[in-house]
């Protein structure tokens, strides 16, 4: 096992309260892709920047047909070990609470609380 791996194992059980902080790394063993990973989705596709999405119709739609395209996999996708885990964590009241960035529902799939979610909205 690596060693950051290692430390990573001895300050989880040493802590009484962990906050986490999650992004897309978290749900590609889901199957879903992640947008900023080697291979992608930035590698293919300039992304639709707030100010383009809200001045153009073009812009809209090529969002749109991206998200469309995108979807089969988020509704195919099931909450992984990491998902358990953290669930875990709240179960075993030692998570103080979840930030992500993550639009996939696979966190609260998993079964954590949305009181451990503040304002996150999610897909699902």
């Not at 950051?4 to 992004?23: H, N, Q, W």
């Not at 809209?60 to 875990?88: E, I, S």
Request: hydrophobic content about 40%.
């Amino acid at each position: 096992m690596p060693q950051g791996l290692d430390k990573a194992r001895e300050l989880v059980a040493a802590a009484k309260k962990i906050l986490v902080f999650t992004g897309a790394g978290v749900s590609t063993g889901s199957g879903i892709p992640d947008y900023r990973g080697p291979d992608g989705e930035w590698t293919r596709r300039e992304p639709v920047l707030y100010q383009d999405f809200i001045s153009s119709t073009k812009a809209k739609q090529d969002y749109w047909r991206y998200k469309a395209a995108t979807f089969p996999a988020f509704r195919r996708a099931a909450p992984n070990a990491a998902h358990l885990a953290l669930a875990g964590l709240e179960k075993n009241g030692r998570l103080l609470a979840l930030v992500t960035q993550n639009i996939d529902g696979l966190h609260r799939a998993a079964g954590l609380g949305a009181d451990k979610m503040p304002n996150m909205i999610t897909a699902g």
